[in-house]
């Protein structure tokens, strides 16, 4: 288990990280989402022990990273695919990595095989491997020494449609057999499919967590009329804040008995008036982190 206990960082007078506290449990995969600036990558370095936080406690199965003997062996990390020496073939990146957990030779060949990577493919330079290649010698990187925990960031990026899939299969497998894992993406779509709780982070704060089928479960109350504008104009002039969603319809946190009440009073043909189950993890995300939003997302939730 990840615990984040009122942890804050802050470089100058910037604060990255303002009193965070989250737990990612074994056997879920826990998304952790937030725009670029939000604080996802140092909550990862502070889980990581490549940067102390300025108050609170990170531990994972309840010890500081820094105080695991042989932390390889419970802990996976990728936190950035191009950060390997890129002089080394791929099997040498994996044989270095083995040789310093005190692993066999055998456990190359079978990250190797299970990210993947042909015998070819092992032999060329990692200067020589593309995004998507790097990404999977990265996962093998974090799974070689067989941990209980996997802390990953971005790790989708540069994979392609099968690479993806074969990613989700992975995490999936890994968390089915009681494994952590904590996955940080921009690929909104792939985290809605295979995550099982969310922790959504803006300005350093957390704006949002739980398991996923009850934040989107919660998500607002999806309205449509026969005049979108008018009922948007109605909503307005009776205080309620609402976003467009969807086909001409729009979102908004007031329940619905408010939202038939103002259309009622002003004679506005309501078509659709449901809870906003349906919003989809794009919505919500763009919804709740909407002041802190420094990126455009895609339809595809792909970062542009």
């Not at 040789?99 to 200067?127: C, I, N, Q, Y």
Request: glycine share 12%; hydrophobic share 45%.
């Amino acid at each position: 288990m990840i615990s984040f206990e009122n942890v804050s960082k802050r470089y100058g007078g910037f604060t990255a990280v303002d009193d965070v506290s989250f737990v990612a449990r074994s056997g879920r995969v826990t998304g952790f989402l937030g725009p670029n600036g939000a604080g996802k990558s140092t909550s990862m370095r502070i889980m990581a022990g490549l940067t102390l936080p300025d108050r609170g406690v990170a531990t994972i199965g309840g010890h500081r990273y820094a105080d695991i003997p042989n932390p390889g062996r419970h802990v996976g990390i990728l936190l950035d695919a191009s950060a390997q020496h890129a002089g080394r073939t791929g099997r040498e990146v994996l044989t270095i990595t083995a040789m310093t957990m005190g692993l066999p030779e055998s456990h190359v060949d079978e990250m190797l095989e299970t990210v993947g990577l042909t015998p070819a493919e092992a032999k060329r330079r990692v200067k020589n491997y593309s995004l998507g290649m790097r990404q999977r010698l990265g996962i093998a990187n974090a799974l070689i020494g067989k941990p209980s925990v996997l802390i990953l960031d971005e790790p989708a990026n540069g994979l392609d449609p099968a690479g993806i899939h074969w990613m989700r299969g992975l995490l999936r497998d890994f968390a089915a057999e009681g494994g952590t894992v904590l996955l940080s993406s921009h690929l909104l779509h792939e985290v809605e499919m295979i995550a099982d709780d969310m922790v959504l982070i803006g300005r350093g704060k957390i704006v949002a967590q739980g398991a996923k089928h009850e934040l989107l479960r919660t998500a607002g109350t999806f309205a449509r009329a026969e005049d979108p504008a008018l009922l948007a104009k109605v909503l307005a002039d009776a205080g309620i804040s609402a976003a467009p969603s969807g086909d001409g319809g729009l979102r908004t946190e007031a329940e619905p008995v408010a939202i038939g009440r103002a259309a009622a009073a002003a004679g506005v043909v309501l078509v659709e008036l449901r809870p906003a189950e349906g919003a989809g993890l794009e919505e919500m995300f763009l919804q709740l982190t909407a002041s802190d939003a420094r990126e455009t997302v895609t339809h595809e939730g792909a970062a542009a």
